[in-house]
């Protein structure tokens, strides 16, 4: 009798172990399963300007399957996937027309966006075509934009992610430094250079400073394009190109995949 009681208090607490497990493992796997949808917002360095590969549906915008959104996209199965981001777009063009897809079931976002309202391809024309004092002036007219300006452009539109996204986990993208200094190179001067990059140094702390007062992460590709800037041996971004403007100065597909990609898959 003893033994009978015994087998079933046994049994009893396997199917009760059971139970748990089975349900545990429930747990997890809803875990694992695609975490909601997710929507890529911004500029020519989300919708991958100078990666080629273009998605002949977006025409001007570019959207390119080797930007890291699409790359993510791919190889993380969400539920959903919308590829908004555009060539050119500023801070209002992503609030007239890119936020559409955004709503409660929004998991995750990404965007870069700022280096068009700060005058990017204005300052890279100067600095270009211009001399060394017309380029510094130039930027310094920026870095005024960036601090007077830009905040409250982006604030805007981190605040109207975060409305309609509002369970989302949002990831703000910054823009790499595009010259190796101290190396012999053809092209813009050490002091265009060097201006240049200290005036992206600039962008990203801006951008970096509104995103955490809203909570969001910040993805910094500065670190993984060290040693892949222009007048490098192994350049990740494109130098001026008159057969095709548009994409001077943009990452190529290497600098969407080794650099944008790693940083953001880190930080989503």
């Not at 007239?96 to 709503?103: N, R, T």
């Amino acid at each position: 009798m003893r033994r009978s009681r015994l087998a079933a208090y046994v049994s009893s607490l396997l199917l009760a172990a059971g139970t748990a497990l089975t349900g545990a493992a429930t747990a997890q796997a809803s875990q694992l399963a695609a975490p909601g949808g997710y929507v890529a917002l911004g500029d020519s360095y989300s919708s991958g300007v100078g990666a080629g590969s273009y998605l002949s549906a977006s025409g001007d915008c570019k959207r390119s399957t080797k930007a890291y959104p699409y790359l993510w996209a791919a190889s993380h199965s969400p539920s959903s996937f919308d590829f908004t981001a555009c060539s050119g777009a500023r801070t209002g063009d992503v609030l007239a027309g890119q936020l559409a897809p955004l709503s409660a079931s929004t998991a995750l976002v990404s965007i870069t966006v700022g280096g068009n309202d700060a005058g990017f391809a204005d300052v890279m024309t100067t600095c270009v075509l211009q001399s060394d004092s017309s380029c510094l002036s130039r930027i310094n007219t920026a870095k005024a934009y960036v601090d007077s300006t830009l905040p409250g452009k982006l604030d805007s539109v981190y605040s109207a992610i975060r409305a309609k996204a509002p369970a989302a986990r949002v990831v703000v993208l910054g823009y790499p430094r595009f010259y190796k200094l101290g190396v012999t190179c053809v092209g813009l001067s050490e002091t265009k250079r060097k201006a240049i990059n200290d005036a992206a140094d600039y962008l990203d702390t801006a951008i970096a400073k509104r995103a955490a007062n809203h909570g969001f992460a910040f993805g910094d590709v500065r670190p993984p394009f060290t040693g892949h800037e222009l007048c490098s041996g192994s350049p990740w971004l494109h130098s001026l190109n008159l057969l095709n403007v548009g994409e001077s100065y943009h990452p190529r597909a290497a600098g969407q995949s080794g650099g944008y990609l790693p940083v953001f898959d880190s930080a989503a």
